[in-house]
């Protein structure tokens, strides 16, 4: 079975403060697929990554960053700086090669304020 | 990149209507459709994956005759909450992905439905 898991449900920081998003995932498949998207207040879904499981480099991505370690089965999602704009609820998904049709399996999301 | 469009954004109606979603994909061949449902404050459920000329695969407890999932197009699917009542009341949202299972999901921006 797949299963991610988003153990922080709301933080809560300050405007500059740098803040990390932790995911954890379960999974049997040797290839998967890891995802971050966030859904800001007006409830679309923004996609903000994909990252296949034979790639373990760290990506940044401007004030973003990502931490993949198929050792401890961890991407956690790193905000440098926090800014109100990045206010949301950020959630972590896994794609296995066994679920078919590719079915993203989400985490239970993680509601990030950032106050001024 | 890909766009997907989600219509309505919002409906609000009468307990015992029907309501049609629509999930058009603007600038690919969409060979896989998702439709998720989201409760407020919860993660998204994937409800149906439906392929491009043949039935939609629904998941465990959803009801298939309650969400009539057509996906007569590769450009559009359709998503019909049938004699509809409050409980249906919630945030429904589309993805699209094309032909190769390694492709990444596309959302639209979502439905959200109340039932008065």
């Known amino acids: 079975a797949q299963k991610v898991t988003q153990a922080q449900t709301e933080i809560s920081v300050v405007e500059k403060e740098d803040v990390t998003l932790d995911c954890v995932y379960e999974t049997r498949d040797t290839t998967y697929y890891l995802f971050w998207y966030k859904q800001p207040p007006s409830g679309e879904l923004v996609f903000l990554i994909r990252?296949?499981?034979?790639?373990?480099q760290n990506e940044i991505s401007g004030r973003y960053s990502w931490n993949f370690q198929k050792s401890t089965s961890s991407f956690n999602f790193t905000i440098t700086a926090s800014q109100v704009v990045d206010s949301a609820v950020y959630f972590c998904?896994?794609?296995?090669?066994?679920?078919?049709?590719?079915?993203?399996?989400f985490g239970q999301g993680t509601r990030l304020t950032i106050n001024p | 990149g890909a766009v997907v469009s989600q219509h309505p954004s919002r409906v609000i109606c009468k307990s015992g209507t029907s309501v049609k979603i629509e999930c058009r994909s603007l600038?690919?061949?969409?060979?896989?459709m998702f439709w998720y449902r989201q409760f407020p404050k919860k993660s998204l459920m994937l409800m149906a994956t439906s392929n491009e000329g043949s039935k939609a695969t629904y998941e465990q407890g959803v009801e298939k005759d309650k969400f009539l999932i057509n996906h007569a197009s590769l450009t559009l699917s359709t998503l019909t909450v049938t004699s509809a009542h409050p409980e249906d009341s919630s945030f429904y949202i589309c993805s699209a992905r094309g032909r190769l299972s390694n492709q990444p999901q596309h959302f639209g921006d979502g439905t959200r439905l109340s039932i008065l």
């Open positions: 998904a896994l794609s296995g090669l066994s679920q078919g049709a590719q079915k993203l399996v």
């Open positions: 600038d690919f061949q969409a060979t896989t």
């Open positions: 990252r296949n499981s034979f790639d373990e």
